[in-house]
């Protein structure tokens, strides 16, 4: 299935979820040019990320995740998180390695491998957490937010939160 519209990155998401791959559906869209799609040829390979030390926050149970792929939106976040009442006990940090940049994740196998570091690394802190819901932030392709949420399977349900520039806003809430 094709996606493709003027969209905003939870909307992309919001896309990959619902034409997940437990429902034995491939997704794709445009991206630079080229197709980035959930049935690439190639398998994809470890994709490097940097997983920051967890800041505790201690008001509540869920986990907050900062995607940084594009530029690093932790500080911004962080502030967000620190000036709500949500009830966040630990923010991490992901970021595409060696830092985050426009160009960090350059094609569909990159970022199926990117997709699924972050899937592994969010499932590993619910595990450690108890987490019932995460509190999801992205920065980084339209088409690397679809196909994380293409993937995104046997996670609690997630917050999605629209980038205000300054601040943020729900935006989705996909059920766990």
């Known amino acids: 299935m094709l996606v493709r519209g003027d969209m905003r990155l939870p909307a992309w998401f919001a896309a990959g979820v619902a ?16 197709r980035w799609a959930s049935d690439i040829d190639e398998a994809p390979g470890g994709f490097p ?3 920051s030390a967890p800041v505790e926050l201690g008001a ?3 986990l907050a ?11 911004d976040v962080l502030a ?16 595409a390695s060696p830092a985050p940049s426009r160009t960090a994740i350059r094609d569909a196998a990159g970022a199926m491998g990117w997709a699924l570091a972050v899937r592994q690394v969010v499932s590993e802190q619910v ?10 932030f992205l920065s980084g392709p339209a088409g ?5 949420g293409h993937v995104w399977n046997r996670i609690p349900s997630t917050q999605l939160y ?7 806003a729900p935006a989705f809430l996909i059920p766990g």
């Open 162 to 168: 629209e980038d205000l520039n300054p601040g943020y």
């Open 49 to 51: 990320v940097h997983v």
């Open 127 to 136: 595990s450690a957490t108890g987490a019932r819901r995460i509190h999801l």
């Open 144 to 148: 690397g937010a679809l196909l994380l």
């Open 60 to 62: 509540g149970n869920e």
């Open 65 to 75: 995740v900062g995607l940084s792929v594009a530029r690093d939106l932790s500080e």
């Open 19 to 34: 034409f997940g791959e437990m429902r034995k559906v491939k997704v794709a869209c445009v991206q630079g040019g080229q």
């Open 80 to 95: 967000y998180l620190k000036a709500s009442a949500l009830p966040v006990g630990r923010f991490i940090a992901i970021a």
